[in-house]
């Protein structure tokens, strides 16, 4: 089973200043190959100091890829609507897997945020054709070396060649991020790993979406698909109790920012072309209010002493099937030092249990 973390750059609840909690993020992300974790992954954000600043993921990853050695580097995600020249992403991809040695994890996204949409002066309700467009210009770069001249809907692209090109394939490294239903059936089309955040759907539920996806996976690409990865956030500590004080003061803090950024208590979806599907989660968080709606949330989320973590894990494999755990594990202005050591304690005691056990050859 593979364990990867996320970094999320939230300023929300933190004393540092913007550059310190950047820096500090970057570094923790070094620190994840020191503690076991197989893969490291910067968000595309911006414009939203308190829920995100990582508005250049592939700068975030080159930095990483610099002072690592084995740790894969996963983009969650490009978000491709917002790239006004997609040719400069597959550009940008093949430098950071140059440098890195074919260490690059390729994630992409469509957004859901309007403060970003209406700030990039991109119409949301263009998300999906501007995605599928933007996909296929960069995937063509990424497999050929050549962008062939493209006339679509949203971008007009002439012949360009890609220099210079990684050496290795990327068809097998590919990631969607997928947390509605037509984002779910397209992630499938487009091939690749699935990636859902844990925010919003019991198991049970989240254990349908999964299936939706390999179903149709196996329907166009006639292969089992891989195994899917959830997102959660993440608290580790030897007393229960102590962890589950922490991580609930200090996940509320950064709950509401991801509320008001994304505007999941909003009216906007419905009117939305194919984000219809979050207008249900954003009248029920209306109607319950943020208190109840945040204990659900953090119902979800990984959490406790390393055996509760391990038991957890053990039961979402029988629900949902075999799949990659993606940890979250700053937020909310948590101290870095203790950020490390929940870090360091998921690496010692909780990996391992997941991980096969070294072969070894009789001397």
């Not at 089992?224 to 500590?237: N, Q, T």
């Not at 204990?295 to 959490?303: P, R």
Request: aromatic share 12%; glycine share 8%; hydrophobic share 40%.
């Amino acid at each position: 089973m593979n364990f990867g973390m996320l970094l999320l750059f939230a300023h929300a609840g933190s004393s540092l200043t913007e550059a310190e909690l950047f820096q500090e993020e970057c570094d923790v992300g070094v620190f994840a190959e020191e503690v076991g974790l197989d893969s490291v992954w910067a968000p595309e954000h911006h414009f939203d100091k308190p829920y995100c600043m990582s508005p250049d993921n592939l700068d975030v990853l080159m930095y990483i890829a610099c002072k690592t050695e084995r740790i894969k580097l996963g983009t969650g995600g490009v978000i491709l609507p917002w790239h006004k020249d997609p040719m400069r992403v597959a550009e940008r991809l093949n430098i950071l897997d140059i440098i890195s040695k074919g260490r690059v994890l390729l994630g992409f996204g469509r957004g859901l945020a309007r403060i970003e949409y209406d700030t990039f002066g991109v119409k949301m309700d263009d998300s999906r054709g501007r995605f599928d467009e933007a996909a296929a210009i960069v995937m063509q770069g990424l497999d050929n070396g050549v962008v062939e001249e493209f006339h679509g809907k949203y971008f007009d692209q002439p012949r360009a060649p890609i220099f210079p090109k990684s050496e290795r394939t990327w068809r097998d490294r590919i990631h969607t991020i997928a947390m509605s239903p037509p984002s779910t059936i397209s992630a499938a089309e487009f091939g690749g790993t699935l990636m859902c955040f844990n925010y919003q759907y019991p198991l049970e539920q989240q254990a349908e979406q999964f299936e939706t996806w390999r179903t149709r996976y196996r329907e166009v690409h006639q292969s089992e698909p891989p195994a899917p990865v959830l997102l959660d956030f993440c608290y580790c500590h030897e007393d229960p109790e102590h962890a589950d004080a922490h991580m609930r003061a200090y996940l509320g803090k950064f709950y509401n920012a991801m509320v008001d950024h994304y505007e999941f208590d909003g009216q906007h979806f419905g009117n939305t072309h194919e984000y219809s599907s979050y207008q249900d989660g954003a009248d029920m968080l209306r109607e319950v209010g943020r208190e109840a709606a945040f204990d659900f949330f953090y119902s979800l989320q990984l959490k406790g002493s390393p055996e509760q973590i391990i038991e957890t894990i053990k039961q979402r494999r029988e629900a949902i099937g075999e799949y990659q755990q993606m940890v979250l594990m700053s937020f909310g202005g948590m101290d870095f030092s203790e950020v490390r050591a929940s870090l360091k304690l998921l690496g010692d005691k909780v990996i391992p249990e997941f991980k096969a056990p070294a072969l070894t050859t009789a001397g």
